[in-house]
């Protein structure tokens, strides 16, 4: 059963990987991982050690991923995800 997923991205994030993408995978729940590996290069850009890189945030439903598991969050049709890039300054 295959399953619809809308990811937006905000920031420096937009320019590489456009405002928002829906996604659909093929197997209902999955893993945050599996979702954003069909966004090329996104999973390369926000991770490493099979972990997020803790400059990034991303948000499932408005809740932090690192308190759902971070990569190994589970997703189901229909949820969101954000992505915030790491906050430029000075």
Request: charged share 30%; glycine share 10%; aromatic share 8%.
């Amino acid at each position: 059963m295959s399953m619809k997923v809308a990811i937006e991205f905000f920031a420096t994030l937009r320019d590489k990987f456009g405002k928002r993408r829906e996604v659909v995978i093929d197997c209902n729940p999955t893993t945050l991982r599996n979702v954003l590996s069909k966004v090329n290069g996104l999973l390369e850009e926000i991770s490493e050690n099979e972990s997020i890189k803790k400059m990034y945030k991303i948000l499932l439903n408005g809740l932090n991923v690192e308190f759902l598991g971070g990569l190994d969050a589970k997703v189901k049709s229909g949820d969101e995800i954000y992505i915030f890039p790491p906050a430029g300054g000075g």
